[in-house]
């Protein structure tokens, strides 16, 4: 059958479910989804020639103000087509970035591609676990954000039931949205910050797992305005408490479907191929940040800190380790748990870096890391010696990546720019700035 006959059959399928628009949906630079609504019987052509956006008007795309290829099409991918349960009548659909006809080097989703297609060239499949863990806010009389549930005030509120029973009718709605998205759910639980949750579900090929991760945004921010709250994905909203990560728990299988990463029988269950993916995200550690927790708040979390609740996950040293969770590399059952991504990266962009750096291990055989058998948050408060740690802000991440230049060729050099320009600008208005704590510590003092 032919893809304009599967794609009629499709739409018919859809027209019976009540279904009368599509929203066709990208994702801009800083990993925001966006889009416009596209009747039904417009589909055929956001296909074929792809829904039409002005260029300029998004952010990173680097294209000009005139011109043909000034104009962003977005290629409806039609195996992403579904209903959505939580607005009727509108289906989702993911789309691919054109200009002037041809893939738009600065999108992330082609980026994402692009890695991919190296990977086939050796037989191989990414598989990718995303844990997205996230706030519950809502602002105060005072204007300032807060944590929506007034009653979550607990000193150590990890997998706190009453919480979960409080904010059950959010969690619910979640779930049976998810469910009719195709998640296959695995489990809910409050975190251990005020305020915190997180929903896993199962892994998938890693640009499927990216497409689930934005839909699973746009399903949490729709839900949780009908429950009068906010979805954060801000990585440190408060202070004094654990910050939320997207750690991604990523193996690599062959075309007979074995697991390549893993040996029972190696160091930390990892083969030499796993050992040598995990020392080349090690090795470009420092620019895989800037990708990975692209804001100045992510630095916030990750940073050796107190918190309320007497643990902290952040993964502040390059290290890799067996089930430790102090290191920035957790092997799990001869996977790695890759824990320096938060929920503000752009997932494609995060996904195709990492991707990049750990073939880049791969290709020059980098000698296996060692393992740290060490809780690294106790060494550090016993003044022991430490590994190299991450870059401690969003400037210092980002000068590593304008100087890494393997991989910023790899990731494409078009992207990059755009995204270091933009990050740039970011930290330069963020350093113009002065908070409450500087006021409050140099005001009066001299």
């Not at 040598?276 to 995200?281: S, T």
Request: proline share 6%.
């Amino acid at each position: 059958m032919s893809a304009a006959a599967d794609l009629n059959d499709q739409m018919r399928a859809l027209q019976a479910q009540g279904i009368h628009s599509v929203m066709t949906t990208f994702t801009d630079l800083h990993g925001v989804p966006k889009g416009k609504l596209v009747p039904l019987d417009g589909l055929p052509a956001a296909v074929t020639t792809g829904a039409g956006f002005a260029g300029p008007s998004i952010w990173g795309t680097g294209l000009p103000r005139m011109g043909a290829r000034s104009e962003y099409f977005g290629r409806v991918q039609p195996e992403s087509l579904r209903p959505l349960p939580w607005l009727p009548g509108v289906a989702h659909a993911v789309c691919d970035g054109f200009a002037g006809g041809e893939p738009l080097a600065t999108c992330s989703r082609q980026m994402l591609r692009r890695q991919l297609a190296r990977l086939r060239e050796r037989g191989w499949t990414f598989h990718v676990g995303i844990e997205p863990e996230f706030f519950l806010l809502r602002r105060g009389a005072d204007g300032r954000w807060q944590v929506a549930d007034g009653e979550d005030r607990l000193g150590k509120p990890s997998y706190d039931l009453k919480a979960l029973v409080r904010n059950h009718g959010f969690l619910d709605d979640m779930r049976r949205h998810l469910a009719a998205l195709g998640f296959a759910l695995q489990q809910m639980d409050h975190e251990d910050a005020t305020g915190q949750y997180e929903i896993n579900y199962r892994h998938d090929e890693a640009l499927a797992a990216a497409d689930r991760f934005q839909l699973f945004k746009l399903t949490a921010h729709s839900v949780a305005a009908q429950h009068g709250a906010v979805f954060s994905g801000m990585p440190k909203p408060l202070a004094h408490a654990p910050g939320s990560g997207l750690h991604c728990h990523i193996s690599l299988t062959d075309a007979q479907g074995h697991a390549v990463m893993a040996d029972p029988a190696g160091p930390m269950g990892l083969s030499t191929t796993g050992l040598r993916f995990a020392a080349g995200l090690l090795d470009h550690g420092d620019a895989l940040a800037a990708l990975c927790a692209p804001t100045v708040n992510s630095y916030k979390r990750l940073a050796v800190s107190d918190s309320a609740s007497g643990t902290t996950w952040s993964p502040v040293w390059k290290a890799v380790g067996e089930n430790n969770r102090t290191c920035v590399l957790r092997t799990v059952e001869g996977r790695l748990e890759w824990r320096l991504p938060d929920a503000s990266c752009n997932v494609y962009a995060a996904l195709a870096a990492t991707l990049a750096a750990g073939l880049d291990g791969i290709h020059r055989a980098l000698p296996a890391p060692e393992a740290c058998d060490d809780d690294l948050y106790q060494r550090h408060a016993d003044g022991g010696p430490l590994p190299p740690r991450l870059p401690r802000d969003l400037h210092a991440a980002c000068a590593a990546l304008r100087a890494d230049d393997t991989l910023r060729d790899a990731v494409g050099t078009a992207f990059c720019d755009q995204f270091l320009a933009l990050k740039q600008a970011e930290w330069d208005a963020y350093a113009q700035q002065v908070s409450d704590w500087e006021q409050q510590r140099y005001a009066d003092a001299f």
